[in-house]
């Protein structure tokens, strides 16, 4: 997944964005900079907890399974960075016993030279105060905003906020929080559902007569806006928003309109075509 222009920073001109899936996984790798860096979102720690609290659900913990598939793929990808685009976990505020417990033990398991960036989700609550003060993780873990940070030529964001300004400056925007999936359907009426990646271009209408963006250079003028990644979910519990289903709500505050034609991809890579007429 590669945009097709290159957009300057104000250190000079990044190299072309290139976004690239890792087949069979919910996760994409990325060049920035010379640093290698690995891209997640919606990882959820805690999330059977989060489920029995809150629904009275018992669902087994599967938080060891979560923790060996992310550290299997950093061992695959060998990543400089490791950046989650929100929702490491998944209680809104502090987290709680379990919750802790899976984030301390996810936190000292990674390699010791791997970088940690988090991009502060709506389920993140006070993330940052809680690893601060924790005396059980020694990586340095840097935590943005949901709105989100340029990395070169590369935007990230969770979603459920409107990015920020610098995040539509770049040439790929990656964001989370959605969550898409397709349902479906063979010719018996069997269906199921799969994770999906959703990506095609930024469409305009949405940012146009917002004040904050009143200075991206593709709004003012008639070049081509960033190419769009959402991201699939890590975690496989949490569910999302069927892409493919009319009448689907997304949740992110510009989409479906901010996404111009847009198309899904299976995790192993197989092309879905348009995503309203899968």
């Keep these: 997944m590669r945009g097709d222009s290159t957009r300057s920073d104000p250190g000079g001109v990044s190299p072309p964005a290139r976004v690239e899936p890792v087949p069979g996984e919910p996760a994409a790798t990325a060049t920035i900079a010379g640093e290698r860096v690995l891209l997640v979102a919606d990882y959820h720690a805690g999330y059977e907890a989060g489920l029995r609290y809150d629904r009275g659900v018992e669902v087994p913990n599967h938080g060891a399974d979560r923790r060996e598939r992310?550290?299997?793929?950093?061992d695959r990808t060998r990543p400089d960075?490791?950046?989650?685009?929100?929702?490491?976990?998944?209680?809104?505020?502090?987290?709680?016993?379990?919750?802790?417990?899976e984030l301390e033990v996810l936190f000292e398991s990674f390699p010791a030279d791997l970088a940690v960036t988090v991009v502060k989700g709506n389920h993140d609550g006070r993330i940052e105060t809680w690893l601060d003060e924790s005396?059980?993780?020694?990586?340095?873990?840097?935590?943005?905003?949901?709105?989100?940070?340029?990395?070169?030529?590369?935007?990230?964001?969770?979603?459920?906020?409107?990015?920020?300004?610098?995040?539509?400056?770049?040439?790929?925007?990656?964001?989370?929080?959605?969550?898409?999936?397709?349902?479906?359907?063979d010719e018996v009426g069997g269906s199921r559902v799969e994770r999906a990646w959703l990506r095609g271009r930024l469409e305009p209408e949405p940012f146009r007569n917002r004040p904050e963006y009143e200075g991206v250079s593709w709004l003012a003028a008639e070049t081509d806006p960033p190419r769009v990644v959402v991201m699939p979910a890590f975690n496989d519990l949490v569910g999302g928003t069927w892409i493919n289903v009319a009448g689907q709500s997304f949740l992110s505050p510009f989409l479906p309109t901010g996404v111009a034609d847009g198309e899904a991809y299976l995790l192993d890579g197989t092309r879905l075509g348009a995503y309203e007429s899968i």
């Design 135 to 185: 005396d059980e993780i020694d990586a340095t873990v840097d935590i943005t905003s949901g709105g989100g940070i340029a990395l070169g030529n590369l935007g990230v964001c969770h979603g459920h906020t409107w990015p920020e300004p610098a995040v539509l400056e770049t040439e790929v925007v990656c964001l989370g929080h959605e969550h898409p999936c397709v349902r479906l359907t």
């Design 81 to 101: 960075r490791l950046v989650v685009l929100g929702d490491l976990m998944h209680s809104i505020g502090d987290p709680g016993g379990a919750e802790r417990g």
């Design 70 to 74: 992310l550290l299997a793929l950093c």
